[in-house]
């Protein structure tokens, strides 16, 4: 008698949503992938590409000694999408894997829209289809999905506000002043962008921004960062020199000239071209007028022309902990599975490997056995045992090696072996995973 293989939902193909359905679709399993975009937007996405990203260098440290450089190469070992994608269009940035952010999506979009046993619906879902579906909608979900998850999960959802940094065209930053350098001369040099200020242009700026007009928040909203996302005009608050020891930090960048700036704005490459420039940290509340006129006096900046200027938009994520299984299943509802931002894990890689993880199980389930568990020592298992260590006010995290299974090491390490160590142990035990995936009919 044939196997039966029961089909799987997935709403939303963001890289939770999209990575979720390459790997119910590479295991057999067939998919449902709704998307409302392009049709409805969101706040933040500007088109209706599957996958899409607000900046180029989302995907963070390259480096296995990094957290989030392990996860990546973890999701390389599983065969992930967004690996496969991130990899084929990465531009140059250091330390860091950077992406063109259209081919980027279009990578992604043509594998499942061409692949046989995916079926893309354009269209908003207000309710929860029947079946094994798996939410993925993002922490940017439409008011009536929200609505309707409140409704499922039984609470009020929590949220932050999450912010976007502007984007300049290169052929108006003034070349005389700005010059290319990456931090410790780390890339090929001509990674970054660089707009030196000594300290009387830095303390100008710095008055300027910190009295600068921002965008309100509604009336039901309160001002709420998620830290690594925090508005430039927020940080800077904290005190004078809080962003010149952060993301304007001169520390590692020589002057053409020689010696140290007293600050420095850093851009990024936000194509392969190198047609426009991210400004690194620089997200902002800031109404579009005052970014015009505030970071217009940042020198080599004092006439840039801003293809997008910096925003701000609400996130929600639901209370993992309190409402999810060790399997992304919602509880008292074993069809329904959570993945991406919206289940509580921040950033575009976590979210990219929650829905490797997600559609793992999913394919489990579609089949009728019992999901795999992940190694507790992997970057993966990691994340699970955040989203199910229910303490206090749950807040969503990136991935950090203080959420990893301490080694069992007795003698202390240096910072970098100890990571090295955490890295090695997490191939080991995904290799073994692999096999164990294998075994079950599951890779």
């Known amino acids: 008698m044939a196997e039966i293989i029961k089909q799987v939902n997935i709403i939303g193909a ?22 409302m975009r392009p049709g409805k937007l969101t706040p933040a996405h500007k ?36 690996m496969q994608a991130a990899d084929a269009t990465s531009v140059p940035a250091g330390a860091a894997l950077a992406v063109d952010r259209e081919q980027f999506s279009a990578y992604i ?3 499942l829209r061409n692949h046989p046993l995916v079926t893309v619906c354009e269209e908003e879902v207000t309710a929860i289809p029947e079946g094994l579906t798996i939410i993925a909608a993002g922490p940017l979900a439409s008011p009536a999905l929200s609505e309707v998850i409140a409704d499922l999960c039984g609470e ?22 700005a010059f290319y350098a990456s931090r410790y001369g780390k890339g090929d040099g001509y990674d970054y962008l660089n707009c030196p200020m000594n300290k009387e242009q830095y303390q100008q700026f710095y008055q300027q921004l910190v009295t600068a007009e921002v965008t309100p928040l509604h009336h039901f909203e309160q001002e709420k960062h998620f830290a690594g996302c925090m508005p430039i005009e927020s940080m800077a608050r904290y005190g004078e020199d809080a962003i010149r020891f952060g993301p304007m930090k001169p520390v590692g960048l020589e002057l053409p000239g020689g010696g140290e ?8 490459k936000e194509n392969k071209q190198g047609s426009a420039y991210n400004m690194v940290g620089f997200q902002t509340r800031l109404r579009q007028g005052e970014q015009r006129r505030v970071f217009h006096m940042i020198p080599g900046l004092e006439q840039a022309e801003f293809l997008r200027y910096g925003s701000m938009h609400r ?42 993880m997600t559609g793992i199980f999913a394919a489990a389930l ?39 299974v301490p080694l069992s090491e007795k003698t202390k390490l240096k910072k970098k072996d100890k990571y090295a160590k955490y890295a090695q142990r997490a191939l080991e035990a995904i290799a073994l995973f692999k096999d164990q995936l294998a075994q079950e009919d599951l890779y």
């Open 14 to 35: 963001g890289l939770a949503g999209s990575e979720a359905a390459y790997q119910l679709a590479r295991r057999g399993v067939p998919v449902r992938l709704y998307e």
């Open 315 to 356: 996130n929600t994520y639901i209370n993992a902990p309190k409402l999810l299984d060790s399997s992304m299943r919602l509880h008292g509802h074993p069809n329904i599975l959570f993945a991406g931002q919206i289940s509580g894990v921040e950033g575009y890689v976590e979210s990219a490997s929650s829905g490797l």
């Open 366 to 404: 579609a089949r009728d056995i019992e999901p795999p568990s992940f190694p507790d020592t992997t970057a993966h298992g990691a994340l699970l045992r955040f989203l199910q260590a229910g303490c206090g006010n749950f807040q969503p995290s990136n991935i950090n090696f203080g959420l990893f």
């Open 47 to 82: 088109g209706g590409g599957f996958a899409e990203l607000v900046c180029s260098n989302s995907l963070r440290a390259a480096q296995i000694t990094n957290a989030v450089g392990l996860l990546k190469e973890e999701m390389r070992q599983l065969d992930s999408l967004v």
């Open 156 to 177: 009020e959802h929590l949220f932050f506000h999450d912010a976007i940094a502007p984007i300049i065209d290169a052929a108006s930053i003034d070349m005389n002043t």
């Open 109 to 111: 979009e043509q594998e």
């Open 261 to 268: 700036a007293y600050a420095v704005v850093q851009l990024r």
